[in-house]
């Protein structure tokens, strides 16, 4: 099964992210009129990723969740949605993204499950982790003045705070209308 870890975010974010992103969506098109080479996320489907584990077969769905059982509790921290921008950066962006303010206890979870995983053969990320919501990737990485002036505006917008204490095994099938995200197992239990 194709499969990642991370965090859900309560329906409230997930509705303030869908309104931002249709606002984004609606004027972008005014002003460019292009974008086609844009693929949007569909927001019941963002979720904030800790890490990707791709092709997995029941054996290592089994070893997963037992090695993020093991990693014990997880002390409750609040994060907060916040402010848009582009990776990897406004002149060559690839992806369009809403941004994620954490205190250090979100960065320590994603090195925990990093280093369980590593433990199972996951290979290691090649980059820091970098806390985000993915609303958009761009087929073609160039310059779009009009979405940054767009954007500009909204940087310090606040979309929602909630409170983490659990994260989850997602599985992730793959359909003609875009991918389907289930819930295998929680963290902790």
């Known amino acids: 099964m194709r499969s990642f870890l991370a965090i859900d975010l309560p ?11 249709h606002a984004v969506r609606t004027a972008a ?18 979720h904030l990723t800790l ?8 054996q290592q769905v089994a070893q997963v969740t037992q090695a993020l059982a093991g990693l014990g509790s997880l002390e409750p921290f609040v994060l907060q949605v916040k402010g848009f921008g582009f ?11 809403v ?16 280093t369980a995983m590593n433990r199972l053969g996951f290979a290691a990320e ?5 806390p985000h919501l993915t609303l958009a990737r761009f087929k073609v ?3 779009r003045p009009e979405l940054v002036a767009l954007l500009e505006p909204k940087r310090g917008l606040i979309l929602g705070r909630f409170e983490v204490s659990e994260f989850f095994l997602f599985e992730s099938r793959l359909s003609p209308s875009g991918a389907q995200y289930q819930k295998v197992a929680c963290f902790p239990r």
Do not use: C, N, Y
Request: avoid cysteine.
């Open 87 to 97: 990776f990897p950066d406004a002149l060559r962006p690839r992806v369009l993204w």
């Open 11 to 21: 329906q409230p974010i997930k509705t303030a992210i869908s309104d931002e992103q």
């Open 126 to 130: 090649g980059r820091t982790f970098a």
């Open 99 to 114: 941004g994620v303010e954490a205190p250090p206890a979100l960065g320590q979870l994603a090195h925990r499950v990093e």
């Open 141 to 143: 990485s160039r310059p």
């Open 51 to 58: 890490k990707f584990l791709g092709e997995i077969s029941t």
């Open 29 to 46: 098109r005014v002003t460019s009129g292009r974008m086609e080479d844009m693929k949007w996320t569909r927001p019941e489907g963002i």
